[in-house]
């Protein structure tokens, strides 16, 4: 077989102590950029493939200039007519990175040694790289098939993450508009969801783009022994945030440009209604302790006027404003997170329709108490009747993710992620993050993510920022971010043995999150049922005078 015979022989070391270069004629053009290939070697007295990944290709030998001078006669009847015989053509000389031999505990082991000059070189055959570039087979528990190796036909090498990598180390998705990245994070969702997973994740959906995933509900792919998928999808209009829940530090967020005066009134009536009533505080309690730090006296009626200071009476106003004025904010309502997170339940929490400030602090608000909950669980102090009882780890899924901890900016969401991407592996709390500018996302935030997906990135800033965060992918594939199509994807970090490049699967469910066809609708705007709605909706009563065809009597009657 091809795979059995060599395609090249070594040359000599390459720019790195971990690299070779080797020479290859490479007629079928089999050798391609991310390509794997290994030569053999003694490692120890045992046998040893000793795999690599192509970097570089540069030709070495092409026809001379002057058969390429003349686009209209092939070089080849130029080289027969000169009697240019010498076989092959073209000749490249082929840089490869060294993986090293695999081995079941220590992974990919780097002899540390390159090829000698003149070792035959070949091409990883599709069964090799199946048995070592992923953790784990396609159906087994924790298995996260996402696509297929991208440099060999489709499904020939199935890329398969293992859930345990990113569910304890968390997972980044990275990628330019239109890349895919959306779709990527609806393949790893379906297969969470699978019988051999059963995961209990939440999706924070800032543009309800997630709400297709119902159709795994009765899709026979997901069905297993009477197990079904619960797909919860939680409207704007059902989202409520307690406000015992709130910190002084969310309070402040909400209500932005505050006096020094009104910051020192705020935090004392915080202080105070929290060391009265605990976590049970509401809404009319917290303007009375704003009055009572004022006045130095009890007061009981939080709309009472009286000589106050001005500031006072502004900053009830704007407490007001943002806390009784929003459908968000509740006395007593809250989201359950035993509701929300459940093995086998993916919960689909949609954000749009709701103001940003809003959003971050819905999202830090769930944040805090599922990771007090884990905490509390893993120290033996949570009880099953409390309302946010969470016996077992749980996965969220985090939309624009730069929303929430941006670069160069603090906001109510950036501590709490960055507490659970530190710590949150102790306690079962796992994050995966989607943003489109790694560039606008916190380094810290990303560096703390240990598999990343990185797909089409363009702009130089954010190639940058990949570039330093993520360790674990090697400088020649991230000069393929460029070149990547729509689908296409670099996998690396705990989820996977090696870096690899993908081809994404299609997907079980439909994606939810397709750009708008602005000409097909407009097309839409003058077909036969469009116009006979206008017109129906246009219709004037049957007992209505007929218009005037005066047109200052039909505007002013």
């Known amino acids: 077989m091809l795979d059995h015979l060599p395609i090249g022989t070594t040359k000599g070391p390459g720019e790195t102590p971990h690299e070779y270069v080797f020479i290859a004629a490479d007629p079928e ?68 990175t060294i993986l090293g031999y695999y081995d079941a505990i220590m992974g990919f082991v780097n002899p540390r040694v390159p090829p000698p000059s003149g070792t035959p070189i070949y091409i990883a055959s599709d069964a090799m790289l199946s048995d070592v570039l992923c953790k784990l087979e396609r159906g087994a528990q924790g298995a996260v098939h996402i696509g297929s190796l991208l440099s060999r036909s489709r499904d020939a090498v199935p890329i398969v993450l293992d859930a345990r990598g990113f569910t304890s180390t968390h997972m980044a998705i990275i990628a330019s508009t239109g890349s895919g990245k959306s779709y990527l ?5 379906e297969e969470l969801m699978r019988p051999y997973n059963r995961a209990a994740v939440l999706v924070i959906d800032p543009h309800a783009e997630y709400d297709t995933l119902r159709e795994m509900q009765g899709h026979k792919a997901f069905a297993e022994g009477g197990y079904a998928p619960e797909v919860r999808i939680v409207r704007p209009a059902d989202i409520h945030v307690r406000v015992s829940s709130l910190e002084l530090a969310d309070l402040r967020y909400l209500l932005p440009n505050l006096s020094e005066r009104m910051h020192f009134l705020l935090g004392q009536a915080y202080g105070r209604v929290r060391r009265k009533y605990g976590d049970k505080w509401n809404r009319g309690q917290l303007k009375v302790e704003i009055r009572a730090g004022l006045r130095g006296e009890a007061v009981t009626d939080p709309e009472a006027d009286g000589d106050e200071d ?42 749009n329709e709701i103001p940003e400030r809003e959003q971050q602090i819905i999202v830090a608000t769930l ?73 606008k996302l916190d380094s810290d935030v990303l560096s703390q993510c240990m598999t990343q997906c990185i797909m089409r990135i363009v702009n130089p800033i954010d190639q940058a920022r990949v570039a330093e965060s993520v360790e674990s992918v090697g400088r020649d594939l991230l000069a393929e971010l460029p070149a990547l199509s729509k689908g296409q994807v670099i996998v690396a970090g705990a989820s996977v043995n090696t870096p690899v490049l993908v081809q994404v699967r299609q997907r079980l469910t439909r994606h939810g999150a397709e750009d ?34 005066d047109p200052f009597e039909r505007l002013f009657g």
């Open 29 to 96: 053009q089999r050798v391609k950029y991310g390509e794997f290939v290994y030569y053999e070697t003694d490692v120890e007295g045992t046998r040893r493939d000793i795999l690599g990944r192509v970097s570089a290709r540069v030709p070495l030998r092409l026809y001379p200039d002057t058969f390429l001078a003349d686009p209209t006669v092939p070089p080849q009847e130029v080289a027969d007519l000169l009697g240019y015989q010498h076989e092959p053509h073209e000749l490249f000389q082929i840089s490869v």
């Open 185 to 189: 994070a609806g393949v790893v969702l």
């Open 310 to 351: 001005p500031t006072v009476g502004a900053l009830i106003w704007r407490v007001g404003q943002v806390l009784e004025q929003s459908p968000i904010f509740d006395d007593n309502r809250n989201l359950p997170l035993t509701s929300l997170l459940r093995p086998g339940q993916c919960t689909v929490l949609q954000l």
């Open 367 to 439: 944040l805090r108490r599922l990771n007090q909950s884990r905490m509390d669980t893993v120290r033996g102090r949570a009880h099953p009747d409390d309302e946010d009882y969470i016996p077992y780890p749980a996965f969220v899924l985090i939309e624009e993710a730069h929303n929430y901890a941006p670069a160069n900016a603090e906001l109510v969401t950036t501590g709490i992620l960055k507490q659970i991407l530190s710590e949150g592996r102790k306690f079962g709390v796992s994050v995966g993050l989607i943003s489109q500018r790694p560039g």
């Open 516 to 549: 708008l066809d602005a000409p097909q609708e407009w097309q839409k705007y003058f077909g036969e049922d469009a116009l006979l709605q206008r017109e129906r909706d246009d219709a004037r009563p049957p007992d209505t005078p007929p218009r005037s065809s």
